[in-house]
């Protein structure tokens, strides 16, 4: 039998102050109970709810986690629209710019630790979170992956950005005098060329804009930084060099994640669905695990596995896919993965962003996401966060 992964629960108290009252409107919030998800689907306004989310989340009971007692605030169609925004880093960080970016009108506020940004969701003191996921030339973040089946919340979007990598320093100072420099690993791992070219030591920090605002308490001029031009700004900096990264192409996408999944309908187009599950460590169990996605014209985005157990045994995979869990032949899929899992856990059913689809789009010829019998995928159906 499958077994469901679970993931703690939140409390959600959306955009609500110290007192409780809403922000936007003043009024003491009226908590409604949940909606009976005892159909498959469950519409809520211009969002639906999936009934496996919930399922997913049964086991949290006993771990000592309120469960939400609102939803996230949603906009049209399912997306997201929140007030207030957490991301890890410090102002000028390119999670700050990915905030921005993202929700123009939503409040952004740092925090100095990962596991604060995700408490803070689960708390209800934000409506979500920004958190690196992947970039173009590191790979993927490792951290996000590791807490994503323990943290308790959904994905609800993907942003898209562009990363253009400075070398910084005080005003002043000059490139010759520079003898080591400060960024976040990720940040370090994109400007190689660049460091070694030079003979530059790299000096790991938590984040780029962290490191920005490190050279002004050393004050030493053997030190700079690798960072965004926002961060520059923000600390008071000059830019010594100009897009230092290996690859001019460079972006990092990010999950934005909400206490509650925000799932848009089913008749959307663009949508990916994140799933995480494990396997028995036997020849073929990958390959009959997955194999309802290829039957089904089902294109998987993502595939990537985990030890788990303290073992060198790849059993545990994060897996998305261009598709609803509601589309029958993603549900048929669903069902072969089940049965060849040990267990399972839809992360997350959201919209692809607008660069995402291009991306996508442009390398996969073929129609995913629909029914193989289905009219391809056009343009206007590509919408972001």
């Known amino acids: 039998m499958t077994r469901i992964l679970a993931m703690p629960r939140c409390q959600k108290t959306k955009g609500l102050g110290a007192d409780g009252a809403s922000r936007r409107t003043g009024i003491q919030p009226r908590w409604r109970h949940r909606p009976n998800l005892s159909n498959a689907l469950a519409p809520t306004g211009e969002h639906v709810v999936l009934k496996s989310h919930e399922a997913g989340l049964r086991r949290l009971a006993g771990r000592g986690v309120p469960r939400p007692t609102s939803r996230p605030p949603a906009g049209p169609a399912g997306r997201l629209d929140p007030d207030i925004v957490m991301y890890h880093g410090s102002a000028g960080a390119f999670a700050h710019i990915a905030c921005r970016t993202a929700f123009p009108q939503a409040r952004s506020i ?27 030339l590191a790979g993927r973040v490792p951290d996000i992956h590791l807490l994503l089946p323990e943290i308790g919340l959904s994905i609800v979007g993907e942003i898209f950005l562009p990363i253009e990598l400075h070398l910084v320093a005080p005003e002043g100072w000059s490139l010759e005098e520079v003898r080591r420099v400060h960024s976040h690993p990720v940040a370090l791992r994109q400007v190689r060329r660049f460091l070694s070219a030079r003979g ?81 460590n036997t020849p073929g169990a990958l390959f009959h695990a997955v194999g309802g996605f290829a039957h089904g014209g089902i294109n998987l985005t993502r595939l990537e596995s985990y030890l788990v157990d303290g073992q060198f045994v790849a059993t545990r995979f994060l897996c998305e896919f261009e598709g609803h869990p509601y589309h029958p032949h993603v549900g048929r899929a669903l069902d072969t993965l089940k049965r060849h899992s040990t267990s399972y856990a839809i992360l997350g059913t959201f919209p692809m962003h607008d660069t995402g689809a291009r991306r996508r789009a442009d390398t996969e010829p073929t129609t995913c996401g629909t029914d193989p019998q289905a009219h391809a995928l056009d343009e206007t159906g590509r919408r972001g966060v």
Request: proline residues 6%.
């Open 200 to 280: 530059l030591t790299p000096v790991e920090q938590g984040n780029t804009a962290t490191a920005a605002a490190l050279l002004r308490q050393t004050g030493d001029r053997a030190d700079a930084a690798v960072a965004s031009e926002l961060a520059a700004q923000t600390y008071g900096l000059t830019i010594l060099q100009r897009n230092i990264e290996d690859n001019p192409f460079n972006m990092t996408r990010f999950y934005v994640l909400a206490c509650e999944p925000v799932v848009p309908a089913p008749q959307e187009q663009d949508i990916l669905t994140c799933v995480l599950f494990e396997v028995r």
């Open 110 to 136: 740092a925090c100095a630790s990962l596991l604060d940004v995700i408490d803070a969701v689960r708390a209800g003191k934000a409506d979500a979170a920004v958190l690196p996921c992947e970039n173009l």
